[in-house]
């Protein structure tokens, strides 16, 4: 510090304990608990550890000019009932102006069961779109050309199946499977840890995920391989710190395990995403971005040697924060989502999905959809945050945040290390214990007061919320049952025997199972029947009871 920044600073110290003003309580912090003080100066070597936007270590963003170049994809979220359903929802947010799709599926797809498998009763389209087979997919697809459009699939443990899928309609367009866009989240790590849509036990499944790898190097280079996930790790209540530093130890695990398959790290880096919670905090989130893109860079050069400088810069989507949203008072949810869609934007997102306000009642209506999607052309077109990259870059608090992240993040990185790494840290459940504690810390404070959510422990109104609560008809159930079994008594069952078989040899040995889930859903085999053949071979993941 020089000598006149010391001068100042303590001239300022002198008048603040002067000053008869109280302070509004005895502590500030950020959500996550890290100490606020009142002010902050510079620190460190600037240049160094900051640089500049599209340059190492990529702290002031991704791009050199972020959105001045391009806005970020304005991606929502979308998914109910059956494919035509959702297929309507998708034209609608695209005649809105939406930039790319998402698609949500329902819990039996997210956990390979079809959706007339005695396990699927009672949630088929409930909380995504249905899809068993490849002719659900086209139909969600309809109209809509895959090599014109942008898709991120949220799928974990049948990810390579629904992006053989996806791959398969693209090929019936007559589109070349090289120049598709899109990602899925293909992040199983954080399913054992804090979502629970698991099949598989750990080994197979980071198999599947380096069959991928492998493939879409060749076949899809444009695809984004895996979307690792803090968001849901966040949303279980894990704090911000923990939420980067599990996320990239989940990263660096993918990597060794892609390494270990014989891949090189400039060959699958490149397509390696990183999907992020933007909660309340907004000073918090925004060092929280920075931070991680600055820390993830570190570690690619550190463990990895990586060369190429689309292995080092780690780009991200987000998704506003669904445990926020309250039943009480919904319209409030709006001026949330604003908020945290605002720590994304000015934290360096590359995508972006905006919650609706009626997600804490049911699934968004349209009216509540295009709000939201609205919130971010709102912030792109009218505010002034897009037109220049990185601008609280010196603020001297969200710098002092970043640091103190980054050095969070690491701490946690180097326990996972010393545990065998993330695999191993999922399996003695580490992470597990570390986001029940922060989530029941975080209860603590809302249910003490110490906390303030508006319209649930403060600033209250009675009455049930006067607003339109969307469901899905149960006949959808219905109609998927008996539109599976008409394509069950159409296809060729000789075919589909000759697929399954070669499916469990397959599974036994080392063969990349990409093409064979192609050949297998382009035979008309279901979604189902492929992840059961794989549980005969493979079993299913068990949890611990308790750790």
């Given at each position: 510090?020089?000598?006149?920044?010391?001068?100042?600073?303590?001239?300022?110290?002198?008048?603040?304990?002067?000053?008869?003003?109280?302070?509004?309580?005895?502590?500030?912090?950020?959500?996550?608990?890290?100490?606020?003080?009142?002010?902050?100066?510079?620190?460190?070597?600037?240049?160094?550890?900051?640089?500049?936007?599209?340059?190492?270590?990529?702290?002031?963003?991704?791009?050199?000019?972020?959105?001045?170049?391009?806005?970020?994809?304005?991606?929502?979220?979308?998914?109910?009932?059956?494919?035509?359903?959702?297929?309507?929802?998708?034209?609608?947010?695209?005649?809105?102006?939406?930039?790319?799709?998402?698609?949500?599926?329902?819990?039996?797809?997210?956990?390979?069961?079809?959706?007339?498998?005695?396990?699927?009763?009672?949630?088929?389209?409930?909380?995504?779109?249905?899809?068993?087979?490849?002719?659900?997919?086209?139909?969600?697809?309809?109209?809509?050309?895959?090599?014109?459009?942008?898709?991120?699939?949220?799928?974990?443990?049948?990810?390579?199946?629904?992006?053989?899928?996806?791959?398969?309609?693209?090929?019936?367009?007559?589109?070349?499977?090289?120049?598709?866009?899109?990602?899925?989240?293909?992040?199983?790590?954080?399913?054992?840890?804090?979502?629970?849509?698991?099949?598989?036990?750990?080994?197979?499944?980071?198999?599947?995920?380096?069959?991928?790898?492998?493939?879409?190097?060749?076949?899809?280079?444009?695809?984004?391989?895996?979307?690792?996930?803090?968001?849901?790790?966040?949303?279980?209540?894990?704090?911000?710190?923990?939420?980067?530093?599990?996320?990239?130890?989940?990263?660096?695990?993918?990597?060794?395990?892609?390494?270990?398959?014989?891949?090189?790290?400039?060959?699958?880096?490149?397509?390696?995403?990183?999907?992020?919670?933007?909660?309340?905090?907004?000073?918090?989130?925004?060092?929280?971005?920075?931070?991680?893109?600055?820390?993830?860079?570190?570690?690619?050069?550190?463990?990895?040697?990586?060369?190429?400088?689309?292995?080092?810069?780690?780009?991200?989507?987000?998704?506003?924060?669904?445990?926020?949203?309250t039943a009480q008072q919904p319209e409030n949810n709006v001026v949330r989502v604003a908020l945290q869609a605002l720590a994304a934007i000015l934290g360096g997102t590359q995508s972006l999905h905006t919650n609706s306000m009626d997600e804490a009642l049911g699934l968004p209506t349209e009216r509540a959809a295009r709000t939201a999607l609205r919130t971010q052309q709102i912030l792109a077109h009218e505010s002034g945050i897009a037109n220049t990259a990185d601008p609280l870059g010196g603020s001297y608090l969200v710098e002092h945040l970043t640091d103190e992240i980054e050095a969070g993040a690491r701490e946690y990185i180097e326990k996972i290390d010393e545990l065998g790494g993330a695999p191993a840290a999922v399996e003695a459940g580490y992470m597990q214990s570390q986001i029940q504690e922060a989530a029941y810390r975080d209860q603590i404070r809302v249910?003490?007061?110490?906390?303030?959510?508006?319209?649930?422990?403060?600033?209250?109104?009675?009455?049930?919320?006067?607003?339109?609560?969307?469901?899905?008809?149960?006949?959808?159930?219905?109609?998927?049952?008996?539109?599976?079994?008409?394509?069950?008594?159409?296809?060729?069952?000789?075919?589909?025997?000759?697929?399954?078989?070669?499916?469990?040899?397959?599974?036994?040995?080392?063969?990349?199972?990409?093409?064979?889930?192609?050949?297998?859903?382009?035979?008309?085999?279901?979604?189902?029947?492929?992840?059961?053949?794989?549980?005969?071979?493979?079993?299913?993941?068990?949890?611990?009871?308790?750790?």
């Open positions: 510090m020089s000598e006149d920044l010391a001068m100042a600073k303590q001239s300022w110290e002198e008048e603040v304990s002067r000053s008869a003003r109280p302070e509004r309580k005895e502590r500030f912090e950020t959500a996550s608990g890290l100490p606020l003080e009142p002010v902050y100066l510079p620190e460190g070597n600037y240049l160094e550890d900051r640089g500049f936007p599209g340059q190492l270590p990529f702290t002031r963003g991704a791009q050199s000019t972020m959105y001045r170049g391009r806005l970020w994809t304005m991606r929502q979220y979308a998914g109910y009932a059956d494919a035509a359903e959702t297929n309507r929802r998708f034209r609608y947010l695209l005649d809105q102006g939406q930039s790319g799709l998402s698609v949500a599926f329902d819990l039996p797809t997210q956990i390979g069961y079809d959706a007339d498998d005695p396990l699927a009763e009672g949630e088929v389209g409930k909380v995504g779109v249905s899809i068993s087979c490849l002719e659900d997919m086209e139909t969600l697809f309809r109209g809509i050309p895959l090599d014109q459009v942008s898709t991120s699939m949220t799928i974990n443990a049948p990810a390579a199946i629904l992006l053989a899928m996806y791959i398969a309609v693209a090929r019936k367009q007559g589109a070349d499977p090289s120049v598709l866009r899109g990602t899925i989240q293909n992040d199983i790590l954080k399913e054992y840890v804090a979502r629970g849509t698991y099949i598989f036990p750990p080994k197979p499944a980071m198999r599947l995920i380096t069959d991928v790898f492998r493939y879409c190097r060749e076949a899809v280079p444009q695809w984004n391989t895996i979307s690792i996930s803090g968001y849901h790790m966040r949303e279980a209540g894990c704090t911000a710190v923990q939420e980067i530093a599990f996320t990239l130890a989940n990263g660096i695990a993918y990597v060794e395990a892609a390494l270990e398959s014989g891949l090189e790290v400039d060959q699958i880096a490149p397509q390696l995403t990183f999907f992020f919670n933007a909660h309340n905090d907004l000073l918090e989130e925004i060092a929280k971005f920075r931070a991680a893109r600055r820390l993830w860079a570190k570690l690619m050069i550190e463990r990895f040697d990586a060369k190429d400088p689309r292995s080092i810069r780690l780009r991200f989507h987000a998704q506003t924060a669904g445990s926020t949203l249910e003490t007061q110490q906390v303030l959510v508006v319209g649930v422990n403060a600033y209250r109104s009675d009455g049930p919320a006067a607003m339109e609560i969307m469901g899905v008809d149960p006949a959808i159930e219905s109609a998927q049952r008996r539109h599976l079994s008409q394509v069950r008594e159409a296809r060729d069952g000789g075919a589909v025997q000759d697929q399954l078989g070669r499916l469990k040899n397959a599974a036994e040995g080392t063969e990349n199972l990409m093409p064979i889930f192609i050949d297998c859903l382009e035979a008309e085999v279901t979604l189902g029947e492929i992840c059961g053949q794989l549980r005969a071979v493979w079993g299913e993941y068990v949890p611990a009871e308790s750790f």
